[in-house]
């Protein structure tokens, strides 16, 4: 209790914050009320929920200096958010912190069709980027299948990728510079027009920092020609072994596909019914497979796929005959994840990343949880990457079947760092693979990491305790999962 007006901390705490706000911006711009906030409360990760204390939305960059500025002088935690598709909580609130949301700094600056670059406010929407560039023959390449509403800050603080990042490159590969607001509310900016600067390459450590380090509040991004032909073909497998083979097979024979896709029966037979894309729902496994360039390149690409697909196993291979097939063929893929709600009340899409190589054998060793934690799980990810994304399948009106589907999820991101993988491919680490960053990273790794944010956020204010655990959570987490119940380092400090 507060002892001068005998409210709770909670509720005066409140009133401060949003009374210096409104200082700052019109009330419109300051949200507090339940009904308001409450389309906060999480990201895409939907079964973790917090109700943040505040949210604002400010129209300017000015503003947004004077938020931070605010938020460092009264000691409060912010969680910047963009359209609030993460897959990995990393835009869910804190209870006593402020949501700093984007969505109106939404401008599209400049396109520049001569220097192939988009300027544009960190919510804008990917896909609005290529719209914008589409009359000058450009896109901007990485295409998260969220593309239609995730925003360019989302991305540049995720590093998200997408089908096409296989050939294209990931967001790191595609933004060339970035301006930021400090949590002292200076502004920087890192990268440039040039391909290289002078320096450390700040630019690269900022990308994928999952809000921890600065609030972007510009991109520049590189665009690239449209090709002139995409052509894209299906192939299935009776089993996915050999469908897993199949992809290690066309990238050792020296091709880079424009994109490269695996969805096993669970997937195409969620999907297919709902987006009626063509797919084989018989087979084990089908591969989405593109080639784009000139017509030449594509023919010759298409065929010398089509021999290797075909020696790899494929039971029948279909080559889309038009753009509208092949946007068809892609569509099914796209919508894989809304459709799992088809056939299940919840799911939770992991994300990890492995050796090409292992792809056939971790498919088989997840086949095997599903028996293990009684739960069925969809596989529908960028095999060409190695980037899978279990899709397991659990009702949390059940009881236990939340908590069986994290641990489920855990076994897999342990599988992918045993087989030389990684916990992340492009979803980030948010609050839901923290713990699995113990399993990854040593202690000496993880503090080089707290380093880097000590630097950039000497108030520890901006996405705390995301995305990069403490020690102390590690030895928690080393207690309950990877050691067997035996407290390995007892006596470490929390950071
Ligand atoms: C159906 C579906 C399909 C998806 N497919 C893909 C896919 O193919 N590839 C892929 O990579 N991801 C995919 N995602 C995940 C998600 O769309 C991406 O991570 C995306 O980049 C998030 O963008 P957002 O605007 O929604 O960001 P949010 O979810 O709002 O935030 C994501 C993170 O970015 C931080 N952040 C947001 N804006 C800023 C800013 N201006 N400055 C600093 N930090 C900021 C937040 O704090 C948070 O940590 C998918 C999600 C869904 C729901």
């Given at each position: 209790m507060n002892a001068i007006t005998d409210l709770p901390y909670t509720v005066t705490r409140q009133r401060d914050v949003v009374d210096a706000l409104r200082k700052l911006l019109p009330e419109r711009c300051v949200l507090f009320n339940d009904e308001d906030i409450?389309?906060?409360?999480?990201?895409?990760?939907?079964a973790y929920r917090q109700m943040p204390m505040v949210v604002a939305l400010p129209d300017t960059e000015a503003q947004l200096v004077q938020i931070l500025q605010l938020c460092r002088d009264m000691q409060l935690p912010i969680v910047p958010r963009g359209?609030?598709?993460?897959?990995?909580?990393?835009a869910m609130p804190i209870a006593d912190g402020l949501v700093l949301s984007t969505a109106k700094l939404n401008r599209i600056i400049k396109v520049d069709p001569v220097a192939r670059t988009a300027v544009v406010q960190p919510g804008v929407r990917n896909l609005a980027i290529s719209d914008a560039a589409a009359p000058h023959n450009l896109y901007y390449a990485p295409d998260p299948s969220s593309q239609i509403a995730c925003t360019i800050g989302g991305n540049v603080a995720e590093n998200s990728g997408g089908v096409h990042c296989l050939k294209y490159g990931l967001t790191v590969h595609n933004v060339m510079r970035v301006r930021v607001v400090t949590i002292d509310g200076d502004i920087i900016e890192l990268g440039g027009a040039a391909l290289d600067a002078p320096g450390l390459d700040l630019l690269a450590v900022f990308i994928g920092s999952e809000g921890m380090l600065g609030i972007v509040t510009e991109v520049t991004v590189r665009l690239i020609p449209k090709p002139q032909r995409a052509c894209v073909i299906m192939a299935s497998f009776d089993d996915v072994v050999k469908g897993g083979n199949a992809v290690a097979d066309v990238i050792g024979a020296g091709i880079i596909p424009a994109g490269l896709e695996m969805m096993d029966r669970t997937s195409s037979r969620m999907v297919e019914p709902f987006v009626k894309a063509g797919y084989d729902i018989d087979a084990a496994a089908i591969l989405l497979c593109e080639s784009d360039g000139t017509p030449e390149e594509v023919s010759e690409e298409i065929a010398h796929m089509t021999a290797i697909l075909t020696a790899s196993g494929a039971t029948k291979i279909s080559v889309s005959g038009s753009d509208e097939e092949r946007l068809r063929f892609w569509s099914g893929r796209k919508n894989a994840f809304p459709a799992a709600g088809r056939i299940s009340p919840d799911y939770y899409c992991m994300d990890g990343t492995i050796p090409r190589k292992r792809l056939a054998d971790v498919l088989l060793r997840i086949e095997a949880m599903e028996s293990k934690y009684g739960l069925r799980c969809a596989n529908v990810f960028h095999a060409g990457d190695g980037n899978l994304h279990p899709l397991i399948l659990f009702?949390?009106?059940?009881?236990?079947e939340f908590h069986q589907a994290e641990a489920f999820g855990a076994e897999i991101l342990e599988l992918c760092v045993e087989v030389g993988g990684t916990i992340t491919g492009e979803h980030g680490v948010g609050i839901e693979k923290i713990n699995s960053m113990c399993v990854q990273y040593s202690p000496q790794e993880r503090e080089a990491f707290f380093a880097v944010k000590r630097a950039f956020d000497t108030a520890f204010l901006l996405n705390p305790d995301k995305a990069i655990p403490s020690l102390h959570r590690c030895a928690e987490y080393g207690k309950m999962h990877v050691q067997r119940g035996q407290l390995k380092f007892p006596d470490l400090p929390r950071f």
């Open positions: 409450r389309p906060y409360e999480c990201d895409g990760l939907a359209a609030g598709t993460g897959l990995s909580g990393g009702d949390a009106n059940k009881p236990g």
